[in-house]
């Protein structure tokens, strides 16, 4: 499996390596060696979520309350999407820059970000499946988001999509705004998580 870091500090892609045959293909998209190699702690995974999305359905910008936070290895079991990670961490080197990866049922790349990141996808095709594990479970009175079409943030979505937005994500503040009425998680105490799951897997 290749692994990189990707710009925004504490999220990954991981390509898995797809072996076809007559019948089709198989894939490991989550394997746990090469994700602790490369991030220093398992993933404890608490839940999984799976959405199945119409043609420029996006998600988020999400995120939750750190700590504990929320991780999340993200994959496409079908379609494809455009995932987007966002640093929302107040403090952080890289707080307000973002990346962005293609995830599809033919690559099976997979993101992960860490805790205390904002996370934002839209689906390129119809049907598109996404898939990802989660290291807690859902608890709506930790969970935020923030505007995906903030212009501040300039997200690359594609001009030839035409977005489809939940009420709730349309209606939520924009970066500006979660950080004036203190919303963010704060780089320090998710550095801090980070490294307590790093001194529980020694």
Same mark, same amino acid.
Not at 9 to 32: N, T
Not at 59 to 83: E, M, N, S, W
Not at 87 to 108: E, H, K, N, Y
Not at 109 to 121: D, F, I, M, P, T
């Given at each position: 499996?290749?692994?990189?870091?990707?710009?925004?500090?504490?999220?990954?892609?991981?390509?898995?390596r797809?072996?076809p045959?007559?019948?089709?293909?198989?894939?490991?998209?989550?394997q746990?060696?090469a994700?602790?190699?490369?991030?220093?702690?398992?993933?404890?995974?608490?839940?999984t979520?799976?959405?199945?999305?119409r043609?420029?359905?996006?998600?988020g910008?999400?995120?939750k309350?750190?700590?504990?936070?929320?991780?999340?290895?993200v994959?496409?079991?079908?379609?494809?999407l /455009? +995932? %987007?990670v966002?640093?929302? =961490?107040?403090?952080s080197?890289?707080f307000?820059?973002?990346?962005?990866?293609?995830?599809?049922?033919?690559s099976?790349?997979?993101?992960?970000l860490a805790?205390?990141l904002?996370?934002?996808?839209?689906?390129?095709e119809?049907?598109?499946?996404?898939?990802?594990?989660?290291?807690?479970?859902?608890e709506?009175?930790t969970e935020?988001?923030?505007n995906?079409?903030d212009?501040?943030?300039?997200?690359?979505?594609?001009?030839?999509?035409e977005?489809?937005?939940?009420?709730?994500d349309?209606a939520?503040?924009?970066?500006?705004?979660? /950080? +004036? %009425?203190?919303l963010l998680p =704060?780089?320090d105490?998710?550095?801090?998580?980070?490294?307590?799951?790093?001194k529980?897997?020694?």
């Amino acid at each position: 499996m290749d692994v990189r870091e990707l710009s925004v500090r504490d999220s990954y892609e991981f390509v898995p390596r797809i072996f076809p045959d007559q019948r089709g293909f198989f894939s490991a998209p989550y394997q746990e060696a090469a994700f602790v190699e490369a991030v220093g702690y398992r993933l404890s995974v608490a839940q999984t979520n799976n959405t199945v999305s119409r043609r420029g359905t996006v998600r988020g910008i999400h995120f939750k309350d750190t700590p504990p936070g929320q991780g999340k290895y993200v994959y496409c079991a079908r379609g494809a999407l /455009l +995932d %987007i990670v966002v640093d929302i =961490r107040v403090g952080s080197p890289t707080f307000g820059q973002w990346d962005a990866v293609r995830l599809d049922d033919t690559s099976l790349r997979c993101v992960y970000l860490a805790e205390g990141l904002g996370h934002a996808v839209m689906a390129l095709e119809d049907d598109t499946v996404m898939t990802y594990l989660c290291s807690t479970g859902y608890e709506p009175a930790t969970e935020h988001g923030i505007n995906p079409l903030d212009p501040e943030l300039g997200l690359p979505w594609p001009s030839d999509v035409e977005p489809v937005l939940s009420g709730k994500d349309a209606a939520a503040p924009t970066l500006a705004q979660a /950080l +004036d %009425i203190g919303l963010l998680p =704060r780089y320090d105490d998710c550095v801090a998580h980070y490294e307590r799951l790093r001194k529980a897997e020694n």
